[in-house]
């Protein structure tokens, strides 16, 4: 999550004559159960990798507490840049209780720190 304590709220320009990211859009695939998987796309976006896997944490915490769960937890993400546009194919695991490893999320904390940081959720 520190991640997105760097992130310039959506419409804020971050460098001098620069745009605000554009969110495309979240793809869910449920795979097993409790593993999750998110597809996710931004442009205009000036810290790109960033940015994108930032928007995929935000999605996955939405996620999670659209299914009535509280938590979840960071299996993987792959990052792809092509004509401008950051993709990011995520996944994660969501869980009712804090789940172990050292990458986990608190879905309400995330959505209200998505929410102030301008990055949509699910």
Request: net charge neutral; hydrophobic share 45%; charged share 20%.
């Amino acid at each position: 999550m520190a991640g997105l304590a760097a992130c310039a709220p959506a419409g804020a320009a971050t460098d001098a004559g620069a745009s605000a990211p554009v969110y495309r859009g979240v793809e869910t695939r449920l795979l097993d159960g409790d593993l999750v998987e998110f597809r996710v796309a931004v442009s205009d976006a000036a810290q790109g990798r960033q940015q994108v896997a930032d928007y995929a944490v935000c999605a996955a915490a939405q996620y999670a507490l659209i299914r009535g769960y509280g938590f979840a937890r960071h299996v993987r993400t792959k990052v792809s840049h092509n004509g401008g546009i950051w993709r990011a194919d995520a996944v994660y695991t969501i869980s009712p209780a804090l789940p172990r490893g050292l990458r986990t999320i608190d879905a309400e904390v995330t959505v209200a720190d998505c929410a102030d940081q301008g990055i949509p959720t699910v």
